[in-house]
């Protein structure tokens, strides 16, 4: 399994400040990256100190339209967001808010696409495993993806994810 920290910030966090974004927070940046919504430096700045010279590429999942999932890419260094949809253009409309960064979809050409309810998620947990590696999303479809969810959720057990189920298997 692929694992991929997060940088923590080079000074320590202020008393009142998280040490680690939440996802409320990671989910906030987010929006505030690609809608272009005010930055508001008192509440997140000291998280992000340098950041663009420690950190060149970032990879995860937005949800978006009600249960949708997508992945993304972010290429600081180029200033420009990619992102991959398992169902294009079916649950995530555009958005005409796409100026701080390039911005764009990759087409169904890259992105491998799903026709069954609820497999966004897994899709775009495989297409973030695999863009930092350099993978392609050969073998990422509908025939296979229950295969490789229940495969995470092994990876995600034996890592010690579940401490109650870890309990409950040891009883």
Same mark, same amino acid.
């Given at each position: 399994?692929?694992?991929?920290?997060?940088?923590?910030?080079?000074?320590?966090?202020?008393?009142?400040?998280?040490?680690?974004?939440?996802?409320?927070?990671?989910?906030d940046f987010? #929006?505030?990256?690609?809608?272009?919504?005010? *930055?508001?430096?008192?509440?997140?700045? *000291?998280?992000?100190?340098? *950041?663009?010279?420690?950190?060149?590429?970032?990879?995860?999942?937005?949800?978006?339209?009600?249960?949708? *999932?997508?992945?993304?890419? !972010?290429?600081?260094?180029?200033?420009?967001?990619?992102?991959?949809?398992?169902?294009?253009?079916?649950?995530?409309?555009?958005?005409?808010?796409?100026?701080?960064?390039?911005?764009?979809?990759?087409?169904?050409?890259?992105?491998?696409?799903?026709?069954?309810?609820?497999?966004? +998620?897994?899709? #775009?947990?495989?297409f973030?495993?695999?863009?930092?590696?350099? !993978?392609?999303?050969?073998?990422?479809?509908?025939?296979?993806?229950? +295969?490789?969810?229940?495969?995470?959720?092994?990876?995600?057990?034996?890592?010690?994810?579940? #401490?109650?189920?870890t309990?409950?298997?040891?009883?």
């Amino acid at each position: 399994m692929q694992h991929i920290k997060g940088i923590p910030p080079k000074s320590p966090a202020p008393a009142d400040k998280p040490a680690v974004l939440s996802t409320d927070h990671e989910g906030d940046f987010y #929006s505030i990256l690609i809608h272009e919504r005010p *930055w508001p430096e008192k509440e997140y700045g *000291w998280v992000f100190d340098n *950041w663009y010279e420690d950190v060149d590429h970032l990879y995860g999942c937005l949800q978006t339209v009600g249960n949708h *999932w997508v992945a993304y890419h !972010v290429d600081l260094k180029k200033e420009k967001i990619d992102c991959y949809d398992p169902i294009f253009g079916e649950a995530t409309s555009e958005t005409p808010s796409k100026k701080k960064f390039s911005f764009r979809r990759r087409s169904k050409r890259y992105t491998p696409q799903n026709t069954q309810i609820g497999d966004c +998620g897994v899709y #775009s947990l495989k297409f973030v495993e695999c863009l930092p590696l350099g !993978v392609t999303f050969d073998g990422i479809n509908d025939k296979n993806i229950q +295969g490789l969810r229940m495969k995470m959720a092994a990876e995600i057990l034996d890592e010690g994810g579940n #401490s109650m189920m870890t309990s409950l298997l040891a009883n």
